[in-house]
């Protein structure tokens, strides 16, 4: 039996839905939209009857109607219009109302994904949620393609520069990867078995993004996905360079991009850089006060010290290394130290089939607790290094490490885009579809992170307060009139915080 159903949504508003029972199980047939008020329910009840019984003959038994008034009203338009608005105003204000009008195909699809990350073929879904006219997937991706050839994406990219550089927030850039998977049976060019941290088998590409210290996108680039992390970098920057003829850049990255020769050439292209080095490579003997139980040395002692880097005598470089001691992390890399131990020993004893871990050492054919190791390691815990080419006179250590601790904006930005980038093209097998979704979530996350920068409040959560305000049309005997929602205190805090 298919009915008109009312139920309350997490957000407080009172959603009305077309549902049918099958089986026991009541399955939403359609979504007619959230009521925050009794007109707003009232207009979205009528417009489910209207739905409903569409087409069902009416019986004409000439009597009198009741409430010709009421019957005579009907919703033209529920629309998202603060929500809308607050989404044209990241549009322009980031320059891209240059590029595509905030009207078009292109910026709406944009819009859809910010949302709701998703495919395609769902951003009509998604506009028609938010009461924009509904498009058709096709169009969606013709808009997408031609969006994005070199011209486009790098048109997008000096925008975000260019306001990066206007609130001065592009001193240093920071950089990192992630890998994206395809469901797919062969490999080709780009789609390639590598390295993957969530151990998948599946082709996948590593994708390298560069933002600025605020986390705001500033590069995106994809590569083979047997590709070396650490390789991707200099590429990424040297594109980076190329298209805004940079200078005086310092770049920051995490360990998994430290070698010789990515700091050689950082150097080469003009560039300074904070890497986070790996303490378990570093010089063994260091001028560091050790002590078993962490307690002697103050929390958040600096060390400063050289590492010699490169592959033989003739090619090594000095570097500086800052380090810094933590009891947080002196805890956490005994705990850490102490379960590898026991899986360690677990392995020398047999009590274990895992034959690779840490501090086991094989020699022909036999297992061994590798104590000379263990003892530099555990030297080691609570200490972190950084790597840098920036003389001590240009920037102290302290500076050093709170420049690092910065890294988690380009971590808390690819946390944004990896819901994003899981709504990814699973099956498609063109080079340029991949791309051109990157650079599609490229853009997305640029309005994103505008927003949650300027707000304070998360994406989700900002769309949790502005989607459900809806500006009402209805259509009277005497023409459409259109009741504007009620602002709410957090939608009007964030339209505060925005000067809206």
């Given amino acids: 039996m298919v009915r008109i159903r009312k139920v309350r949504t997490a957000s407080g508003a009172t959603a009305v839905q077309i549902v049918r029972d099958v089986h026991r199980r009541t399955v939403v047939d359609y979504h007619v939209g959230s009521a925050h008020n009794e007109i707003e329910l009232h207009a979205l009840l009528k417009k489910a009857?209207?739905?409903l019984y569409a087409d069902q003959l009416e019986l004409d038994l000439e009597l009198p109607v009741a409430g010709d008034t009421e019957?005579?009203?009907?919703?033209?338009?529920?629309?998202?219009?603060?929500?809308?608005?607050?989404?044209?105003?990241a549009w322009s204000t980031l320059g891209f109302d240059a590029i595509y009008?905030?009207?078009?195909?292109?910026?709406?699809?944009?819009?859809?994904?910010?949302?709701?990350?998703?495919?395609?073929?769902?951003?009509?879904?998604?506009?028609?949620?938010l009461g924009l006219p509904a498009v058709h997937?096709?169009?969606?991706?013709?808009?997408?393609?031609?969006?994005?050839?070199?011209?486009?994406?790098?048109?997008?990219?000096?925008a975000c520069f260019d306001f990066s550089l206007a609130r001065g927030t592009v001193a240093w850039v920071l950089y990192d990867v992630t890998t994206l998977y395809f469901e797919a049976d062969r490999e080709d060019d780009l789609r390639k078995v590598g390295y993957s941290k969530e151990r998948r088998i599946d082709p996948q590409v590593v994708v390298g993004l560069l933002v600025d210290s605020r986390g705001l996108p500033l590069e995106i680039s994809c590569f083979e996905g047997n590709k070396a992390e650490a390789l991707t970098m200099i590429d990424v920057l040297n594109s980076f360079r190329r298209r805004h003829?940079?200078?005086?850049?310092i770049v920051v990255a995490d360990a998994g991009m430290i070698s010789a020769d990515n700091c050689n050439h950082l150097e080469a292209l003009g560039f300074q850089f904070i890497i986070g080095a790996r303490m378990s490579k570093a010089p063994y003997k260091m001028d560091m006060p050790i002590n078993?139980?962490?307690?002697?040395?103050?929390?958040?002692?600096?060390?400063?010290?050289?590492?010699?880097?490169?592959p033989s005598t003739t090619h090594r470089t000095t570097r500086r290394m800052v380090c810094q001691y933590s009891h947080?992390?002196?805890?956490?890399?005994?705990?850490?130290?102490?379960?590898?131990?026991?899986?360690?020993?677990?392995?020398?004893?047999g009590t274990r089939k895992q034959k690779r871990a840490r501090f086991v050492t094989h020699t022909s054919g036999h297992s061994e607790f590798n104590t000379d190791d263990f003892e530099k390691a555990s030297q080691l815990a609570g200490w972190k290094g950084y790597i840098t080419n920036i003389s001590a006179e240009d920037m102290s250590g302290e500076q050093i490490i709170a420049t690092y601790h910065d890294l988690y904006e380009v971590e808390r930005s690819f946390r944004m885009a990896k819901s994003d980038l899981q709504a990814r093209p699973m099956y498609v097998r063109k080079e340029d579809s991949i791309r051109a979704h990157l650079n599609l979530v490229f853009v997305a996350l640029a309005v994103a992170r505008f927003l949650q920068d300027l707000t304070g409040f998360s994406r989700q959560k900002i769309i949790n307060i502005l989607e459900p305000l809806r500006d009402v049309t209805i259509n009277t005997p005497h023409g459409p009139i259109t009741i504007p929602t009620k602002i709410t205190p957090e939608a009007q805090e964030i339209l505060n915080k925005m000067s809206y």
């Fill in 101 to 129: 009008p905030v009207d078009s195909v292109f910026a709406r699809t944009v819009f859809a994904r910010v949302v709701q990350p998703s495919s395609k073929s769902q951003v009509p879904m998604v506009l028609q949620r």
């Fill in 49 to 51: 009857r209207d739905l």
């Fill in 137 to 158: 997937r096709n169009t969606v991706s013709a808009a997408v393609k031609t969006a994005f050839d070199e011209d486009k994406y790098s048109a997008f990219s000096r």
């Fill in 292 to 310: 078993e139980t962490g307690h002697a040395i103050d929390d958040g002692h600096i060390v400063e010290s050289t590492k010699t880097m490169g």
């Fill in 71 to 89: 019957d005579s009203l009907t919703v033209e338009s529920m629309t998202a219009r603060v929500l809308l608005d607050v989404f044209a105003c």
């Fill in 328 to 349: 947080k992390r002196f805890a956490n890399d005994k705990h850490t130290l102490a379960k590898q131990r026991q899986r360690a020993e677990e392995i020398v004893t």
């Fill in 245 to 249: 003829n940079v200078e005086n850049i």
